[in-house]
Nanobody
Framework: VQLQASGGGSVQAGGSLRLSCTAS????????LAWYRQAPGKQRELVAS???????VYADSVKGRFTISGDNAKNTVYLQMNSLKPEDAATYYC???????????WGQGTQVTVSS
């Protein structure tokens, strides 16, 4: 399984970005897709996750500003990020938990920079 993330970039505070991550490969199905982020000197943290059934979880820090969505037919997860803050700046990673064995896969990361 390979994950290809895209959509990062540099924006001013208050701006928006949309991240995408597409899973490819064979012999797997998706249990959950998620976005994590890691800022320099900080631990990687969960931003948002979505199951194939559509259940979502958000970090408190992004609730009301970020929206995670998925396209099961395309094996793609999106993260719409609005009202970006400088503290949202990080490398964002997509993460997949696959069936049937629960194995975990990570994308390569995409950089988000937010200037004040």
């Amino acid at each position: 399984v390979q994950l290809q993330a895209s959509g990062g970039g540099s924006v001013q505070a208050g701006g928006s970005l949309r991240l995408s991550c597409t899973a490819s490969g064979s012999g797997f199905s998706i249990l959950r897709l998620a976005w994590y982020r890691q800022a320099p000197g900080k631990q990687r943290e969960l931003v948002a996750s979505i199951t194939t059934g559509g259940s979502t979880v958000y970090a408190d820090s992004v609730k009301g500003r970020f929206t995670i969505s998925g396209d099961n037919a395309k094996n793609t997860v999106y993260l719409q990020m609005n009202s970006l803050k400088p503290e949202d700046a990080a490398t964002y990673y997509c993460d997949l938990i696959a069936a049937p064995d629960g194995r975990r896969y990570w994308g390569q990361g995409t950089q988000v920079t937010v200037s004040s």
